[in-house]
């Protein structure tokens, strides 16, 4: 599986970008494709991820309201649509997928996506958000 993350780019406080994360050579279902991110001299943290077989689909508390998360399935493709940002969402914005049942579990649950559980990455793409 590979996975091609792309939307990232400058914008201002209180605006929008949509990223997008195309997933090729997907042989089995159900996937989760996770969204996470990572600030300079900050860990990795999960932000949102959703499920192919239920359209489960969890966000951080950092970005609910702001942040949606929706797939293509006839694309394969994952987007999430970044509202409202602040300057402290900046960071650089990775997609990640994994089928096993754990992760189903988890994004399923109040804890989301855990990062050890995902072994499929895509190159990351930076958001920064800057006046």
């Known amino acids: 599986v590979q996975l091609q993350a792309s939307g990232g780019g400058l914008a201002q406080p209180g605006g929008s970008l949509t990223l997008a994360c195309v997933a090729s050579?997907?042989?089995?279902?159900?996937?989760?494709i996770a969204w996470f991110r990572q600030a300079p001299e900050k860990e990795r943290e999960g932000i949102s991820c959703i499920s192919s077989s239920d359209n489960t689909t969890w966000h951080s508390e950092s970005v609910k309201g702001r942040f949606s998360i929706s797939r293509d399935s006839a694309k394969n493709t994952v987007f999430l649509q970044l509202n409202s940002l602040k300057p402290e969402d900046t960071a650089v914005y990775y997609c990640a997928i994994d089928m096993s049942p754990a992760t189903l579990w988890y994004c399923g649950s109040k804890y989301g996506p855990l990062t050890s559980l995902y072994d499929h990455w895509g190159q990351g793409t930076q958001v920064t958000v800057s006046s």
């Open positions: 050579g997907l042989t089995s279902d159900p996937w989760v």
